[in-house]
């Protein structure tokens, strides 16, 4: 499975961006896609997950209410729609994907797409 993340950009803070996630390969055998993020200095952290089947969504609790993940399977694309930024939330953002039966581990991963939000 290969995956490209796009949509990256900057903003002030309250803005909004979405981020793409396109997906290409095997993606029948993919269980989940989702979204983490590395800001400078830090340990790479979840965002965001959801079922390539289904309508499980799973959110940190830093984004909830914020962030909204979603998926077209005909495109084989997933989204991360963000609202009211922070400047908490500049990092680097990844989209990655499993065919494990789990969102916590995680084997094909995209190339990053900054996302940096001024105050």
């Known amino acids: 499975v290969q995956l490209q993340a796009s949509g990256g950009g900057s903003v002030q803070a309250g803005g909004s961006l979405r981020l793409s996630c396109a997906a290409s390969g095997r993606t029948p055998t993919v269980y989940a896609v989702g979204w983490f993020r590395q800001a400078p200095g830090k340990e790479r952290e979840f965002v965001a997950a959801?079922?390539?089947?289904?309508?499980?969504?799973y959110y940190a609790d830093s984004v909830k209410g914020r962030f909204t993940i979603s998926r077209d399977n005909a495109k084989n694309m997933a989204y991360l729609q963000m609202f009211s930024l922070k400047p908490e939330d500049t990092a680097v953002y990844y989209c990655a994907a499993t065919r494990r039966t789990s969102i916590d581990e995680y084997e094909y991963w995209g190339q990053g797409t900054q996302v940096t939000v001024s105050s």
């Open positions: 959801i079922r390539w089947s289904g309508s499980s969504t």
